[in-house]
Every structure is written in structure tokens, then in C-alpha cells.
């Protein structure tokens, strides 16, 4: 089995916000809530880079530690996923996160937390693959339909890259060594315990 | 302007931007200062974040990296468990270890059958609006913190699930008769627990808790209550401050300021929990007439002779004057 993770090459990544658009169209995320977002260091200075963030899906995910109701589980790919109808909206994966992924729509008592939305590495939820339930509460569905996330599939300049962590560090150790210089694995060392070393 | 000059200020234009655009481009060099994260994380020390900007409308989309949140997951998954579960079991067994050894605190020189009214009925109306509140609040508060080890395994992730999505409607509905209730306790009570001398003879003397015979004076309040009443009102202000911090998280400046009001939360919500179970305890089963004081609100006069005598110097002229105690008993 794979073990699926995410890697934006910050150094290729144009801020064109395309993963975000592309993101919210596929999965018809509701206002508010954003599963990816592009934050840019440095913004208009000598050595600006761009990000592109959405759940990484961590090795001994943190979310997954604090949640009160155990919601969150792991696929046999890797990817941490949530059960909404267990989810009670308390918030707490979100102050555990360390990249901001948890998302909430302000629809409960006092226009607080609903029940938490966040990235499903486009592979649903705990519904039957590719059912009408599945779509409403988690989008589509795409790794069963053997395609990957949506936003490193378009991504215009190829920067951010989803699929078996092994393959996409290699294809990224390679980008460096030839160009000469990278800004490296955004994330991994926090969400994976490891970079890629060059 | 006429049309040559506009041409001529474009021609110009142009002509610089061609000698600048290179020289622009040597500046700025995309390759010779690429920050790199192992440097960012370096540069910012232990519990740093990487944050830029995000064109997204929301003043946290800019927050990158934060690993220090994976130390928070920690101590709240397991640390926070662990010390609720010590508090509250701990708690359990003091008291279990106190009931074997000292029994039932029985009233010494038996009921009298005469009665005096302890607590009126708004402040038993306040005091129960509390207990109430108070136990259903932290019974859900506990099931966030425990429930998943304890009551999950039990009954299944469904119900657990919807168990708890009422339970966090209760408990963030029930906060607020907690508070009023909070309010009208230390308006109604503050001016007999300020303490004073008499409360550390009284704790000299353990309260006379530990030995038969043994009764420190005390007025309506003895120095024990007046732990339970500060610990209430300092706990209960501590709870209702950080929970409705909890419970707006869209004014708080992200996920440092959520750990750092529900670690308090769940610390001060142990402790009280503890402590309220000794006060459950010591107002029940733990000795024979206290119940009724805030039951029917009338204590039996020998009850409150042993254990608030100075108060029953008090009342007691006042009690006459309104037609004597009540005798529910007839003399027969």
C-alpha cells in the first residue's frame, strides 16, 4: 500500500491559487471554509516562496490524539479521514493542528463551531465510496476512482505534489539536485517525523 | 499633449525598462536567498510558527507551520486525562477511606425534633440552580475528556457520538443559569465567608471532623464551607471566564490562546470536581441532619447547636420573637 502525502515545492509555486479554487469547486465546499490555502512568506521581499497548505495527513496525527469522540481514523493509504456524524464541533483537532487544517462552518448554538471540514486527500469519508452521502458531507471521491487530489493534478507549474510519499520525494530530490537549490519539504518534519534529505 | 510627445514618452519608457528589466532581475535573485524551513524553524527557536500571508479573509489562513500544537495534543490526550481521572477516583476513595474510619457524622445529642430555618428559599433556589448546572456540566466536560476510553467501548461510536453532540449543547447552554446561579451565591452568601479568626481555631481543631465530641464554634459558616464557598466562586469564575472564551474561539487570536484557556478549564473543572464530591459527600450521607439545610432549609436545632453555635446564638432571639421554633413532633 501507499502512504500517501502531500509536498509543495515552494520554489516552483506561483501563488496562482488555482489548488484553492480547484479545491472548493470539486469537493463544493461551503462558504467559509477553505480545505487548502496558499500563504507567502516574505511577501514582496528578496526571497519571497509560496506554500500551498491543506491537511498533510500526519504520521500519529495530532487531531486524531486530542479528538473527544475519536472521529478521526487512518486509511490503509495513509490519509486521516473523519466520521462528521461522530464529530461534535468542539474544536479541539483544530487548536492541536499544526497547520491549520480544521474548518468550521459557524452554524451551531451561539453561531459557533458545526461539525468540523477538512482535507479528505479527495477520498470521501466513512460512506460507501462514491455515494450521494459521502458527496454531500466529505465531496468527491477521487481516489476511488484511481485519480489523485485534484489540486496537485492541476497544478499549473507542477508544484505541488500529491501521491506515495516515496515517489514524490524522489521526483523532488531530483528537481533540486538538477536546479541546484530548494526551499525544501514544507511540513514533513513536523507532519511526518522525516524530510527529504538531498 | 500631442500624439508625438506620447509617442516619444512611451519610446522612453520602453528604452528604460529595457536596461532596467536585467538589472532588476540580478537583484532580486530567486536562487541566492531561498529561505529554506530547517533555517525559519532555526532562526525562531523553540515554540516558533512560520506565518505569511493568505489572500483568504480570515486572520489565521495565514498561520503556516506551528509544530509547538502537537505538545498541546500531549498534554491534553494524555496529561489532562490522567490528572481528571487521579482528581475525581482520588477524590472517590479519600472519601471511602474517611466513611470506613470515621462512619456517619451523627448528630451527638440526637435530634431534637425542633427545627430552624437554615436557608430561605432563594437561596436554596440559588444553590440547587448551581448543583444542578454544576453536575451536568461536569459530567459532559469529564465525557470530552474521558468518555472515549470509558463510555465509547460501551456503547458504540454512534451513540457515543450523539450522546456527546447533546452533551456539548448542554453544557454550552446550562453555563449560563451556572453563572447566574454563581452570581446570586456570592450576593447571598459573601458577607458570611469572609474569614476571620475564628476559622483558624476551627481548622486547628480539623473542623472536629476527625474526632467525636469535638465542635469549634462557628457562626452561619464554619471555616470548611468557606473553603467550598471560595473554591466555588474562584473555580466557578475561573470555569465561566474561560468557557465562554471556549465558546466564542472566533475572538481569540488563534490556537495558543484555545490551549491556553482549555487547559485551564479542564485543570480548574478537575480540581472543583474533587472538590465537590467531598461537599456532596459531608451535605448527604456523610452526616446525619446536614442534608436538611438545604433540603426543607430547617436544621434540627441540635444539629445546629454542635456544628454552627455561634449562629444559633444569633438567629435564635429573632426565631422567638417570630413565635418560637417550630416543633414538628408533638409533645406528647
Known amino acids: ?198 | 499633449m500631442t500624439s508625438i510627445s506620447r509617442l516619444l514618452t512611451a519610446f522612453g519608457l520602453a528604452l528604460m525598462l529595457s536596461f532596467a528589466g536585467p538589472a532588476a532581475q540580478a537583484q532580486v535573485n530567486p536562487t541566492g536567498s531561498s529561505v529554506t524551513e530547517d533555517a525559519l524553524f532555526e532562526a525562531l527557536g523553540s515554540g516558533g510558527m512560520v506565518s505569511g500571508r493568505a489572500t483568504i479573509p480570515d486572520p489565521e489562513a495565514g498561520m503556516l507551520i506551528k509544530p509547538e500544537n502537537k505538545d498541546w495534543a500531549v498534554l491534553q490526550g494524555s496529561t489532562l486525562q490522567t490528572l481528571s481521572i487521579v482528581a475525581v477516583l482520588g477524590m472517590l476513595a479519600l472519601l471511602a477511606v474517611f466513611y470506613l474510619l470515621r462512619g456517619r457524622i451523627r448528630i451527638e445529642a440526637g435530634p431534637s425534633g425542633r427545627t430552624i430555618l437554615r436557608f430561605n428559599w432563594i437561596e436554596r433556589f440559588a444553590h440547587w440552580t448551581l448543583a444542578a448546572t454544576f453536575i451536568v456540566l461536569a459530567l459532559t466536560g469529564l465525557n470530552l475528556i474521558i468518555g472515549r476510553t470509558i463510555v465509547m467501548p460501551l456503547i458504540g461510536e454512534n451513540a457515543f457520538g450523539t450522546l456527546s453532540a447533546w452533551g456539548k449543547i448542554a453544557h454550552n447552554f446550562l453555563a449560563w443559569p451556572f453563572m447566574v446561579a454563581l452570581a446570586m451565591i456570592v450576593i447571598l452568601w459573601i458577607v458570611h465567608n469572609i474569614p476571620n479568626r475564628l476559622d483558624w481555631e476551627w481548622l486547628k481543631l480539623g473542623g472536629g471532623l476527625f474526632k467525636k465530641g469535638v465542635h469549634p464554634p462557628a457562626k452561619k459558616f464554619n471555616a470548611g464551607q468557606k473553603i467550598i464557598f471560595w473554591s466555588v466562586v474562584l473555580g466557578g469564575a475561573a470555569l465561566s471566564w474561560t468557557g465562554v472564551m471556549l465558546m466564542f474561539p472566533g475572538n481569540l487570536a488563534g490556537p495558543a490562546e484555545w490551549q491556553f484557556y482549555q487547559t485551564i478549564h479542564a485543570l480548574v473543572a478537575a480540581g472543583l470536581s474533587a472538590i465537590v464530591i467531598a461537599h456532596i459527600y459531608i451535605g448527604s450521607v456523610g452526616m446525619e441532619g446536614a442534608f436538611d439545610a438545604m433540603g426543607s432549609g430547617e436544621v434540627d436545632e441540635n444539629w445546629a447547636k454542635e456544628h454552627h453555635a455561634l449562629w444559633v446564638e444569633e438567629v435564635k432571639p429573632k426565631a422567638l420573637e417570630r413565635g418560637g421554633p417550630k416543633v414538628t413532633t408533638p409533645a406528647e
Request: charged letters at 20%; one cysteine or more.
Open chain 1, 1 to 198: 500500500m501507499a502512504r500517501m502525502k502531500f509536498l509543495c515545492d515552494a520554489d516552483r509555486c506561483i501563488e496562482c491559487q488555482a489548488c484553492v479554487t480547484a479545491c472548493k469547486n470539486e469537493h463544493e465546499v461551503p462558504w467559509g471554509i477553505n480545505r487548502r490555502r496558499v500563504v507567502t512568506i516574505n511577501d514582496g521581499l528578496p526571497g519571497e516562496r509560496s506554500v500551498s497548505m491543506a491537511c498533510m495527513h500526519c504520521t500519529d496525527a495530532p487531531c486524531a490524539a486530542v479528538c473527544p469522540v475519536n472521529c478521526f481514523y487512518t486509511t490503509d493509504d495513509g490519509v486521516v479521514l473523519h466520521n462528521k456524524d461522530t464529530c461534535i464541533g468542539c474544536g479541539y483537532c483544530s487548536y492541536a493542528c499544526p497547520f491549520g487544517a480544521p474548518q468550521y462552518p459557524r452554524t451551531a448554538n451561539f453561531g459557533t463551531r458545526g461539525k468540523m471540514d477538512k482535507c479528505t486527500y479527495c477520498s470521501g469519508g466513512p460512506e460507501p465510496d462514491m455515494s450521494q452521502a459521502e458527496y454531500v458531507k466529505y465531496g468527491a471521491n477521487r481516489l476511488a476512482e484511481g485519480k489523485l487530489p485534484l489540486c496537485a493534478e492541476m497544478c499549473s507549474t507542477k508544484s505541488l505534489l500529491a501521491g506515495d510519499g516515496d515517489i514524490i520525494a524522489e521526483i523532488y530530490r531530483e528537481r533540486v539536485v538538477t536546479r541546484g537549490y530548494g526551499s525544501g519539504a514544507w511540513g514533513w518534519r513536523t507532519a511526518y517525523g522525516e524530510t527529504v534529505t538531498v
